[in-house]
């Protein structure tokens, strides 16, 4: 992908960041409706890129929820207690770093916001995962907190023939918490524990829009590769997690009071880089649109 601007109208300009996915879009308004070549060209832009930065001012709910739905049909969060009010579909995520207390993990005002900092999809433990995440900066700390982006077209790519091969055909169990996690998830009530079984998903998926084949994995989630040996499973999921993990693959995202970033959640996966000065402010409003089945 070539490093130069496009300009699509007389006032959009699509910048691809210097990194293997992303874009910044400038001069789009973004709280109004968008004409057809510049939703256009923005979706062309999010489907070569993945990840599209939208600087500007703070948006409040209801503002990033009608951003968020010219990426697709919104979508309201499994856990209850993560829907924000009068709009369930919006959530605020409060990451703060409350103390580091020696010994112990780091302390948040949500305890599961450390499992943000694990490589992963999101919801990729429903049948019908998430499609574009849409991730609007209120406050973010002085330094550090960065999201970081991989992308898993690339990093499919990349992969040598034989390992191509052996991953051909598989499918894997993600299921809403897994052993293999480092950190436990929010506990689900009864009507969302029925509400979100384990699914399976294979772990090579193909874009719908684009057909690209991308790695589709996220170490949260994944439990077991199906019709293996659990110790080959756990051995090619490890060599996976390395393998993501290389710079080559990844863009980091410092953020900035107002940005909105946008990202696909099917040819991408992404975590946080907890470091930055405790009691740092770092919240963001989310919303996510409904996807379809991995195949
Ligand atoms: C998310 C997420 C990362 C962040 O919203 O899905 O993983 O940087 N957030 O807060
Ligand atoms: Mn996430």
Same mark, same amino acid.
């Given at each position: 992908m070539p490093i130069t601007a496009t300009? @699509?109208? $007389?006032?959009?300009? !699509?910048v691809p960041l210097d990194?293997?996915?992303?874009? #910044?879009?400038?001069?789009?308004? #973004? *709280?109004?409706p968008?004409?057809?070549?510049t939703a256009a060209a923005i979706q062309q832009a999010f489907l070569t890129r993945h990840v599209l930065v939208f600087p500007g001012a703070t948006m409040d709910p209801a503002g990033v929820l009608a951003f968020a739905r010219r990426f697709g049909d919104?979508?309201? =969060?499994?856990?209850? =207690?993560k829907r924000l009010g009068e709009l369930p579909e919006v959530s605020r995520i409060n990451s703060t770093i409350k103390?580091? %207390?020696?010994?112990?993990?780091?302390?948040?005002?949500?305890?599961? *916001?450390?499992? *943000?900092?694990?490589?992963?999809?999101?919801?990729?433990?429903?049948?019908? $995962?998430?499609?574009?995440?849409?991730?609007? +900066?209120?406050?973010? $700390?002085?330094?550090?907190?960065?999201?970081?982006?991989?992308?898993?077209? @690339? @990093?499919? /790519?990349?992969? &040598?023939?034989?390992?191509k091969r052996r991953l051909t055909g598989l499918k894997a169990v993600?299921?809403? /918490?897994?052993?293999? @996690?480092?950190?436990?998830?929010?506990?689900?009530?009864?009507?969302?524990? /029925?509400? &979100?079984?384990d699914v399976v998903h294979p772990l090579v998926r193909t874009h719908p829009e684009s057909g690209r084949k991308a790695l589709y994995l996220n170490f949260n989630r994944l439990d077991h590769i199906l019709d293996i040996p659990r110790a %080959? *499973?756990?051995? !090619?999921? /490890? =060599?996976?997690?390395?393998?993501? +993990?290389?710079?080559?693959?990844?863009y980091r995202h410092n953020w900035t009071v107002g940005d909105a970033v946008v990202w696909d959640n099917r040819c991408t996966l992404h975590r946080v880089c907890y470091d930055s000065p405790v009691g740092d402010r770092r919240v963001m409003l989310r919303v996510v649109t409904q996807g379809d089945r991995p195949f």
């Open positions: 300009v @699509a109208t $007389p006032s959009l300009r !699509i990194a293997p996915l992303g874009a #910044r879009i400038d001069g789009v308004d #973004r *709280s109004q968008w004409d057809a070549a919104t979508v309201a =969060e499994v856990n209850r =207690e103390a580091i %207390e020696p010994g112990k993990d780091l302390q948040f005002h949500v305890q599961t *916001s450390l499992r *943000s900092e694990e490589w992963h999809t999101d919801q990729s433990f429903v049948e019908r $995962p998430a499609k574009a995440t849409i991730l609007h +900066a209120h406050e973010v $700390p002085s330094r550090g907190g960065a999201t970081w982006f991989c992308n898993t077209a @690339a @990093a499919y /790519d990349a992969l &040598s023939d034989d390992m993600h299921g809403y /918490d897994t052993a293999r @996690a480092r950190y436990r998830p929010a506990v689900r009530t009864q009507e969302e524990i /029925d509400e &979100s079984p %080959e *499973s756990d051995a !090619i999921l /490890d =060599e996976l997690a390395a393998w993501v +993990a290389q710079d080559r693959f990844i």
